[in-house]
T-cell receptor, first 116, second 115 residues
C-alpha cells in the first residue's frame, strides 16, 4: 500500500529561524517519486520539487533544501531563515506504482506559520 | 501560458440542486485529476483520467458524483443532488504525461458551499 505520513500538523516559528517539515512514506515499489507542494493562504497548490527513488542526493534551492533517505523512508523539507511569506500548508506526496499510473498519495499536510 | 482553469471559483447552492464544476487542463497535458479538500479529510483524489479515459474513480464518494472528460481540453464534475456535506474546495489538476514521474499542476479550486 502507498501511504504518506506528515506527523506535524502545525508548526510555528519566529522569522529567520530554520524549520524542518517531516515526511515519511510507505511503498513496496522500487521505483517511485516523491513530491512537495506548497498551499499558501490564497489556496492554490504550488509544485516545489520532485525526487525519484534512485536519487538520494540532497537538493538545495535557495532557502529550501530536501533530505531524502531511503533507509528511513523519509523525505524531509527544511526552510532556512524562514520568512513570513513561507507561511502555508505544505504537502508531501508519493506517486503511485507503475501499474496504478500517475495517481498521487498526499499526506495530510503541515501548516507552517512564520511569526514576524 | 495559462495554467489549469477552473470555473466557477465560488459556488453557493441549496441542498438538492445540481452543481457542475468545470476544468480546462493545461494544453498538451494528458492526465487530469479531480480532488476534494476539506478540513476533516484533507486532500482526496476523486477520479483521474488519462488521455480522456477514466482510470480510477474509486474516490468518488457516491453515485451523486459523476465526472466526464469529453475531450482533451475540458472536464466536468457534477454533483446531483448536492448535500451540505459536499461543501469543500474542489481542485482540478493536470500533468503532462501518464507516468508516475510527472508532477501535477493544480487549478485555483472551486469553493463549493451547499446550504
Amino acid at each position: 500500500a502507498q501511504k504518506v505520513t506528515q506527523a506535524q500538523t502545525e508548526i510555528s516559528v519566529v522569522e529567520k529561524e530554520d524549520v524542518t517539515l517531516d515526511c515519511v512514506y510507505e511503498t513496496r515499489d522500487t521505483t517511485y517519486y516523491l513530491f512537495w507542494y506548497k498551499q499558501p493562504p490564497s489556496g492554490e497548490l504550488v509544485f516545489l520539487i520532485r525526487r525519484n527513488s534512485f536519487d538520494e542526493q540532497n537538493e538545495i534551492s535557495g532557502r529550501y533544501s530536501w533530505n531524502f533517505q531511503k533507509s528511513t523512508s523519509s523525505f524531509n523539507f527544511t526552510i532556512t531563515a524562514s520568512q513570513v511569506v513561507d507561511s502555508a500548508v505544505y504537502f508531501c506526496a508519493l506517486s503511485g506504482a507503475p501499474d496504478t499510473g500517475n495517481q498521487f498519495y498526499f499526506g495530510t499536510g503541515t501548516s507552517l506559520t512564520v511569526i514576524p | 501560458d495559462a495554467g489549469v482553469i477552473q470555473s466557477p471559483r465560488h459556488e453557493v447552492t441549496e441542498m438538492g440542486q445540481e452543481v457542475t464544476l468545470r476544468c480546462k487542463p493545461i494544453s498538451g497535458h494528458n492526465s487530469l485529476f479531480w480532488y476534494r479538500q476539506t478540513m476533516m479529510r484533507g486532500l482526496e483524489l476523486l477520479i483521474y483520467f488519462n488521455n480522456n479515459v477514466p482510470i480510477d474513480d474509486s474516490g468518488m464518494p457516491e453515485d451523486r458524483f459523476s465526472a466526464k472528460m469529453p475531450n482533451a481540453s475540458f472536464s466536468t464534475l457534477k454533483i446531483q443532488p448536492s448535500e451540505p456535506r459536499d461543501s469543500a474546495v474542489y481542485f482540478c489538476a493536470s500533468s503532462l504525461g501518464v507516468h508516475q514521474r510527472d508532477e501535477q499542476y493544480f487549478g485555483p479550486g472551486t469553493r463549493l458551499t451547499v446550504t
